[in-house]
């Protein structure tokens, strides 16, 4: 047993019962996520990149939260890292250059979830508008950046 792995099994020994623990970030943002989803929607992955979550993911539960390909009608991810053409988690991809226009019409997705993308961004304005330009009225923008004081930094200082 590696260091990290005695650590996650003496603080969060839940994770014995499925391979996440109670204060699990990945599971509460796509939990959030798929109770946002429905059928009908067109979903944009902004900052998709290879699908690591969904590939490299060892625990099942969060593979699933995270694979949102067949449960709605479109996944597409956008990203300036080529890796994203071959992502397995979408229906289509387009590399973009950075802040670039994301090349959807205006109005065309229901839902935006980045995971892990704003904060590679130097500038957040342009893209922020973008992103409003290609949601709906009464679409979601769910995003998420890495927790600064968070317990995986601590353990890669």
Known sequence: ????????????????????????GTVEFYGRVNALLQPHMTVLDFGAGRGAGIQDDLVPYRRSLRTLKGKCK??????????????????????????GRIPLENESVELIVSDATFEHITDPSPVTKELDRVLKPGGWLCARTPNRWGYKRWFFL
């Open 1 to 24: 047993m590696n260091k990290i792995t005695e650590c996650k099994a003496h603080f969060f020994p839940e994770t014995a019962a499925g391979g996440y623990s109670r204060v699990d």
């Open 74 to 99: 479109r996944v597409i991810g956008v990203d300036v890292d080529d890796a994203v053409v071959g992502n397995p988690g979408l229906d289509e991809s387009y590399v973009i250059e950075p802040g």
